[in-house]
């Protein structure tokens, strides 16, 4: 039998774990036609939770945006038109924003094997400043029958933009006007969305509302666990599940990760134990090696040794003399320089709680080879 645990994509269906107030919550918002920026941890599952929570609500539409990556007003113009052909495949209405969207030679083809429509725009016609108008008119479009929620993804990539002052201006001012219709902003990297939504300065200031998106709920997901093994005919306790979850730091893709390691070092009729971590830890390891290695390879040798301080202690207060004994440094100032990369390089952030690993693995990976 396959796998039963699935991680770097959108889960849906059995793959997905219910996770009921949160989609209810989400749902009212886009009954409001309320906007909401919906942040969370890189992994944690925002993105399979909003197409499940969206899809059905009022008849609705996903208008389905991935920003993820883009470099220019291009590629965003760009994203947005393929957004808006995948949303609505009548042909009519395929026709007609086609048209409307003439002056950035739009062409349509399907895809091969779902079928599905692709607009696709002329790149360089996409950088024009006034193709943006444009691309928001055919959202605007599609929208139009009341029935439409966008959602844009890594909506914080598009500060990658040279001009985002002026793209986002352009854009929030477009959508200020859609009172009606539900637009949801998903970022992954908290400073970035802050600063989009919640400086005063910003364009999109307080244009929509926050909504965090954490771990899954502790019992559900280890009951998700225990009957996706049994599906597959092995067991595993609650107990078991708990610290699997736990291991993972409560991630969502990293715990399904762990999971399907260790679905891979057992085999059937086996009934999982603290024994097997360490095992599905090395397969996890195995295959993150050459990213983490990458990772490692980025760093001077005073970033590393701040990581490591961190991997060892991450409660520790990083500029105390403490933490400064044990990564054998004597200027705070350094550390401070250092955790800056660390942070620029996204490998750790800071939480109310003190810096956070944004991949517990890495954590454990430092860890390990320190020694
Ligand atoms: N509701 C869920 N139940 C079980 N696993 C989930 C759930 N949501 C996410 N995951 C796990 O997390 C991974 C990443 O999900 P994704 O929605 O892409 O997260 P994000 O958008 O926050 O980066 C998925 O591949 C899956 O392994
Ligand atoms: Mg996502």
């Given at each position: 039998m396959d796998n039963p645990f699935r991680y770097g994509c959108v889960v849906s269906g059995d793959h997905f774990c219910e996770r009921t107030k949160a989609e209810r919550e989400l749902r009212g918002f886009v009954k409001a036609g309320q906007n909401v920026f919906v942040q969370g941890e890189r992994r944690m599952g925002k993105t399979s939770l909003v197409r499940k929570a969206v899809s059905g609500v009022r008849g609705e539409r996903l208008v389905y945006v991935d920003l993820y990556?883009?470099?220019?007003q291009s590629d965003l113009c760009r994203r947005i038109a393929e957004g808006v052909g995948r949303a609505n495949s009548s042909m009519p209405f395929?026709?007609?924003?086609?048209?409307?969207?003439?002056?950035?030679r739009?062409?349509?083809?399907?895809?091969?094997?779902?079928?599905?429509?692709?607009?696709t725009v002329d790149a360089?016609?996409?950088?024009?400043?006034?193709?943006?108008?444009?691309?928001?008119?055919?959202?605007?479009?599609?929208?139009?029958?009341?029935?439409?929620c966008i959602v844009f993804d890594e909506f914080q990539d598009i500060l990658r933009i040279k001009d985002?002052?002026?793209?986002?201006?352009?854009?929030?001012?477009?959508?200020?006007?859609?009172?009606?219709?539900?637009?949801?902003?998903?970022?992954s990297v908290r400073h970035e969305m802050w600063r989009i939504f919640t400086d005063t300065k910003s364009p999109f200031y307080k244009s929509a509302a926050a909504y965090d998106v954490g771990e899954i709920d502790v019992d559900d997901f280890s009951g998700f666990i225990v009957s996706r093994f049994e599906k597959g005919r092995r067991r595993i306790s609650r107990d078991m599940a708990r610290l699997t979850i736990a291991t993972a730091s409560g991630v969502s893709g990293d715990v399904q990760e762990l999971c399907a390691a260790l679905w891979d070092v057992t085999e059937s009729g086996h009934v999982v134990t603290e024994a097997d971590i360490p095992s599905a830890l090395e397969v996890v390891?195995?295959?993150?090696?050459?990213?983490?290695?990458?990772?490692?390879s980025m760093l001077t040798s005073t970033q590393l040794r701040v990581l490591r301080g961190l991997a060892e202690q991450p409660k520790l207060r990083v500029f105390g003399s403490e933490f400064l004994k044990?990564?054998?440094m004597t200027n705070a100032g350094a550390v401070s320089k250092a955790l800056k990369r660390l942070e620029a390089h996204d490998l750790v952030h800071e939480t109310a709680g003190g810096y956070r690993f944004g991949d517990s693995f890495f954590r454990q990976w430092i860890l390990k080879t320190a020694t």
């Open positions: 990556c883009i470099g220019s395929l026709k007609r924003v086609m048209a409307f969207a003439s002056r950035l739009p062409s349509l083809s399907f895809d091969s094997i779902d079928g599905s429509p692709k607009i360089f016609a996409a950088e024009e400043p006034a193709s943006l108008g444009i691309v928001m008119s055919m959202l605007e479009n599609v929208a139009s029958d009341g029935k439409s985002s002052e002026r793209v986002l201006a352009e854009m929030r001012g477009r959508i200020q006007f859609q009172e009606d219709v539900p637009y949801l902003f998903l970022g390891f195995m295959r993150e090696r050459k990213g983490f290695e990458k990772a490692v044990r990564v054998g």
